[in-house]
């Protein structure tokens, strides 16, 4: 089954995941993510600041519920 994206890729909670755009020569690198499996949210800006969050994400949050980890 599909499910429609939102038009900005953001993550919701009817579509959850991450999502991480990288800086440019004007922006600084943007994440965000929300969690399928227990709802959870979290949005950084700056790379050291969004490599934390893929790393929350990762350990604690999407794959780790989908994996029977938590």
């Known amino acids: 089954m599909f499910r429609k994206l939102p038009s900005n890729l953001a993550p919701t909670e009817e579509c959850p995941g991450l999502r991480v755009r990288g800086g440019t020569q004007y922006t600084r690198s943007q994440g965000d993510y929300v969690c399928g499996g227990c709802g959870a949210?979290?949005?950084a800006n700056g790379d050291?600041?969004?490599k934390a969050l893929v790393e929350d994400y990762t350990g604690n949050h999407g794959?780790?519920?989908r994996g029977g980890r938590r």
Request: proline share 11%; glycine share 0%; no cysteine.
């Open 41 to 43: 949210k979290d949005h």
């Open 48 to 50: 050291n600041d969004v």
């Open 63 to 65: 794959p780790a519920h």
